[in-house]
């Protein structure tokens, strides 16, 4: 009897490890799953804005990763568009014996993901007159030529769209960022058409400037060379530096319609810089003021929404009795109560400079919190 019960039980026990079939087993759970962490920024009338980063490098120069990597990290980013610009005259970090194909190799997996990628390639010349990315190019190998002249010309005549990369780049321009005759001359060919304001970790006001003046387009980009979570810290800033271009449709020809429009800002490390014509639909889609839902011993309670990924920083101008805060940060997605010296039946309106908004050099976005 103990013989047959004790049997039995092992037979119990081992019925789970019997019934499963032989062979491989495989555990999915195990493996990350890869999905798009879309990035909340508002069209504005009339356009799409596309989220863009027209400057990161592969192993085809001195990167650290395979072209179909960098379209990964830009779907995972919430990316719209991406440029492959590595150096067009190669790297002495470049492998061996490698042709111009990170396009090709890169291609087949932007057209799965849903990600424009742009035929590019960057410039790379000692200062004056520095580097540049040419954008849209049809031959990147014929931009490989001695005179630095001679390959923008070459960009320009392929259709191709020019950006100053990195003007205030510290290798470069130690002492203060310069535009220098060599500059004026690209420019007054109308062989520059956008401008750097953003640089892996830099930015330079002076670039701002030249952007209004000039009429160049406003970019701001990584330049990423690691692993793009091996370089940022996502954990304090979640959305990757890009330019957004405001485009009729999600199209290359869409794309590079807007760009040569002027169509464009940026957005780094919660700071948007871009013409006010751009900015303002931005800001007024992205931040809700609600009427007061209380009166209470003369002030009024209010709430102050923020719709999109950028924190905003609120500054206030002037003087007033409200006893509103001078300051005020919005968080991302959130919505916060608002207490104003107020009797209802009032209408008040409250002016704060937007800190983290530029519209030109120190030139802040002004914006009215209006209630009654």
């Not at 919430?78 to 291609?107: F, N, S, W």
């Not at 520059?192 to 701002?208: D, L, Q, R, S, T």
């Not at 009429?215 to 979570?229: C, K, M, Q, R, W």
Request: overall charge negative; charged content about 25%; glycine content about 6%.
């Amino acid at each position: 009897m103990k013989k047959t019960l004790l049997t039995f039980c092992i037979t119990f026990l081992l019925l789970p490890l019997l019934a499963q079939k032989e062979g491989t087993i495989v555990m999915n759970d195990v493996v990350r799953q890869h999905y798009r962490q879309e990035i909340l920024i508002p069209d504005i009338p009339g356009y799409i804005a596309l989220k863009c980063d027209f400057h990161i490098h592969t192993v085809f120069s001195d990167g650290s990763v395979w072209p179909t990597v960098r379209v990964t990290e830009a779907f995972e980013d919430g990316l719209d568009a991406i440029a492959l610009t590595d150096h067009i005259e190669g790297h002495p970090k470049k492998m061996p014996g490698q042709k111009r194909t990170q396009y090709e190799v890169a291609l087949p997996s932007a057209q799965s993901y849903g990600i424009i990628l742009v035929r590019a390639g960057e410039i790379s010349r000692s200062m004056p007159p520095g580097h540049f990315n040419a954008l849209f190019l049809k031959d990147v190998d014929a931009l490989d030529v001695p005179d630095v002249m001679d390959a923008i010309g070459e960009a320009v005549r392929q259709g191709g769209f020019i950006i100053w990369n990195h003007p205030g780049w510290r290798k470069q321009q130690p002492d203060t960022t310069k535009w220098m005759k060599e500059h004026q001359a690209i420019w007054e060919k109308g062989w520059m058409h956008g401008i750097e304001v953003f640089n892996e970790k830099e930015w330079y006001p002076e670039a701002i400037q030249w952007a209004m003046e000039k009429n160049l387009a406003i970019t701001g980009n990584s330049d990423v060379h690691d692993f793009y979570e091996n370089f940022y810290d996502q954990n304090k800033y979640p959305i990757r530096p890009l330019t957004l271009v405001f485009a009729k449709e999600r199209t290359e020809e869409s794309l590079k319609e807007a760009m040569f429009a002027r169509r464009t800002a940026t957005l780094f490390f919660n700071k948007l810089v871009g013409k006010k014509e751009f900015i303002e639909p931005i800001i007024r889609q992205s931040i809700k003021v609600e009427a007061p839902h209380l009166y209470q011993d003369g002030y009024a309670y209010f709430t102050v929404k923020n719709l999109t990924d950028i924190e905003f920083t609120l500054v206030k101008t002037g003087t007033d009795k409200s006893e509103l805060p001078d300051r005020i940060v919005l968080p991302r997605r959130a919505t916060i109560v608002i207490r104003a010296k107020q009797t209802k039946g009032q209408e008040m309106v409250y002016t704060y400079n937007l800190e983290n908004v530029l519209t030109g050099v120190e030139q802040y976005y002004e914006y009215k919190i209006s209630i009654k």
